[in-house]
Structure formats: structure tokens, C-alpha cells
């Protein structure tokens, strides 16, 4: 297979860049980034093979990629990719980095160190882990995840609504459980065994990138291994550029990208609460001439009237002002949304203004 890994024009999305993680992120332009996903070797210090009770060899990490001298060698190697990121990322961009407990807290610390600003950490909690086979320790059933923004001052995206609607309408917690990726998901290579030890589950990038990104933006994975990041952020109408130093596990990514069919546009559409809907003043609705000046608005049982004036004010009784402050006023409350409180006569039917503002915003979305 052909993969371009030298600068080009063209734009770097959607590729695989085959090289080495450091030299490759140099080539991603500055602040072009909006979201990294980073799942980094774990440094498991593993000191001989592990064996299952019954003397068969569990298949685990055991690659070059993994292996360093020292501490100190990790962490420089860490910081180095970590500061490439922060580059690559736009201001409101932000990184998620995953790990186990022997990595985790030392990349947490480089990446305050860096002026990465920490959002939260995520539990992710396997439902299938695979058993502590020496029983000296634990069963490590989970690994963490860090989401941090590029700075303090990030305003990072986060689909808040969404992630609670996908959740029962309940806050999503910062308590994942997910199982491993196993069976048709899972990538082999030609004897049928696991072609990458670490293939995460693509319901895991699903999570991050639904609540964390929008459709158009660009992923980038410095070390991509089989592709799930790309798989995923193509199915969800995401951009990727993904760096994998082993051609093996690049060209089984790049097969399975291929196979992936983008989700349609209409299944793309993300719920945003209310704070995040664009601001229309009631005046708005007197300029584009859906209310006019001099017109009546009624309560919903037409017992209170209220007049229209020029300047997107009304007025009851010996009340004036906002929607808000007279249909408090006329009720003796203490707040009032004005919108679902004051209705206006189209015809036979009294019509909440609300869906007039939405008629609004509906025109102004599609403009944009």
C-alpha cells in the first residue's frame, strides 16, 4: 500500500502517517488541530512472559514500541509528544490520553507541566477484563482516562445535552463501563491471532468523540495502531489524521477505514441544551415583521393582554417592559419566561412567541 508521509499541500486529513510519532507530528501545521485522542505505549515493564495456571503464554504486550530504559526516558519521550500536540491543537482544542496505572500519573503530571488544563479524569471499567493470572495482585479491570484542554483558558467543546439524553436523561458520570473489544471487532492477522495487543473498543472513541467534538472536525491519533479513531471519527462525519510507525498495523487500519460507511448527515445532528442555542431578542421578531408594533399579546387563557411597542418592549395594566418583567409583574412572580408565557393571535389560534423565535433560529441555522 502507498502512504504519503512527506509534506504536501494537500490537507492532512484523513491519512495515515507511517514514521516515527515525533517526526510525524512536526508535520501537522500549527493550530489545525481540534480534538487528539492519544492512546501511548504504557511502559509495562514486564519481566518475562506470563503464563496462564496452566503454563500456556497470555499474549501481551511485549513490543519494542512499549519498552524503554528508563523512567526518565519515558518521560522525555511523553513531554516531547505531548508539546507537539499542544502545537498541533487549535486554542479550544483539547486532548484525551488514556493509560494504566503505569503511566497514567506520569502523564497526567507532564501534561500540567505543559500547561494543559485537566477537565477530568475518566474511569474506564472493563465488564471482561482478563484475569490476574499469578493472583498476587488485583484484577486490573479498568484503565483512566485524562481530558484536558489545551489551556485554562480553552472553551472546549461538550455536548452536555447530548451525552444526557444518550445517558437516560441522566448527567453522564465520569464511570464508564465498557467491555473490551473482542470478536468481529477485534483485528487479526493471517494465523488468526490479535493483530495489535491494545485494539480498543470503538464504543469507547464513540463516547469521546460525541461528547467532546462536532461533526467536521479533525482527530488527530499519534498513535494509531489498528485505526479505531479513524474508524470511528469517519462513521461519525469527523476528519482524522492518524501516525502509526508499524506498516502492519497501518495497513490493516487503512483496510478497515475503508470498509467504515459515514453515518448519514440527519443522524449527525447533536442535541444542544438551551444555553447553547443562539440568542434572539424579542425585537427580533418585530424587525423581521413576525410581530408588529401596536399588536396584542395574550396570556393562554387570553385573561391578560399586553401591547407591542416599537422598541421590543410591552406593556399591562400599569406594567412596561421586557416579556420577561411584565409577564412576572402581571402574575405577582418573581421570574417569568415571556417566551412560553405570552401568546399572539395567527388566525383562529393563539400561537406561543417561542415558536416564532424558533422560526428565527431555524432560518439563521440554515444560513449558516
Avoid at 503511566?103 to 477484563?129: C, E, H, M, Y
Avoid at 468481529?184 to 461528547?211: C, D, F, S, Y
Avoid at 498495523?249 to 467504515?260: F, P
Avoid at 407591542?308 to 420577561?324: C, E, N, P, Q
Wanted: charged share 25%; hydrophobic share 40%; glycine share 8%.
Amino acid at each position: 500500500m502507498g502512504y504519503e508521509s512527506k509534506i504536501d499541500v494537500r490537507p492532512l486529513h484523513d491519512q495515515i502517517l507511517v514514521g516515527d510519532c515525533l517526526t510525524e507530528l512536526k508535520k501537522i501545521p500549527t493550530g489545525s488541530i481540534d480534538l487528539v485522542f492519544a492512546d501511548p505505549p504504557y511502559n509495562l515493564q514486564l519481566g518475562g512472559d506470563l503464563k496462564r495456571p496452566d503454563e500456556s503464554k497470555v499474549d501481551a504486550v511485549d513490543d519494542d514500541w512499549d519498552k524503554f530504559s528508563s523512567f526518565a526516558e519515558y518521560d522525555s519521550f511523553t513531554k516531547a509528544w505531548l508539546a507537539e500536540c499542544r502545537r498541533a491543537l487549535k486554542p479550544n482544542g483539547a486532548l484525551w490520553v488514556i493509560g494504566s496505572y503505569h503511566n497514567i500519573f506520569r502523564v497526567g503530571s507532564a501534561l500540567q507541566d505543559l500547561g494543559f488544563w485537566i477537565l477530568n479524569d475518566v474511569v474506564w471499567r472493563k465488564t471482561n477484563p482478563m484475569p490476574n493470572f499469578r493472583g498476587r495482585r488485583f484484577t486490573n479491570a479498568h484503565e483512566t482516562l485524562i481530558w484536558a484542554g489545551r489551556s485554562e483558558e480553552t472553551k472546549y467543546t461538550f455536548n452536555y445535552e447530548a451525552m444526557k439524553i444518550f445517558n437516560d436523561d441522566l448527567q453522564m458520570r465520569s464511570d464508564w463501563t465498557l467491555p473490551l473489544c473482542t470478536g468481529g471487532e477485534r483485528l487479526k492477522n493471517g494465523e488468526g491471532n490479535k493483530l495489535h495487543p491494545t485494539q480498543k473498543p470503538e464504543a469507547l472513541l464513540q463516547r469521546v468523540m460525541l461528547a467532546t467534538s462536532k461533526p467536521g472536525d479533525v482527530i488527530l491519533d499519534p498513535f494509531f495502531g489498528t485505526g479505531t479513531t479513524g474508524a470511528v471519527a469517519k462513521q461519525l462525519g469527523r476528519h482524522y489524521i492518524g501516525i502509526e510507525r508499524e506498516l502492519v498495523y497501518a495497513e490493516g487500519a487503512q483496510a478497515r477505514i475503508d470498509a467504515v460507511e459515514p453515518l448519514p448527515l440527519e443522524a449527525l445532528k447533536t442535541t444542544v441544551g438551551k444555553r447553547a442555542e443562539v440568542r434572539i431578542p424579542f425585537g427580533t421578531l418585530i424587525e423581521r415583521g413576525l410581530v408588529k408594533a401596536g399588536e396584542t399579546l395574550f396570556d393562554h387563557s387570553q385573561r391578560i393582554a399586553a401591547n407591542v411597542r416599537a422598541d421590543g418592549s410591552i406593556a399591562a395594566k400599569a406594567h412596561s417592559g421586557s416579556i420577561h418583567k411584565v409577564g412576572a409583574q402581571v402574575q405577582n412572580a418573581e421570574a417569568c419566561n415571556g417566551w412560553t408565557y405570552w401568546h399572539v393571535r395567527r388566525g383562529p389560534n393563539l400561537v406561543p412567541i417561542d415558536l416564532l423565535r424558533q422560526q428565527v433560529r431555524g432560518e439563521m441555522g440554515a444560513a449558516a
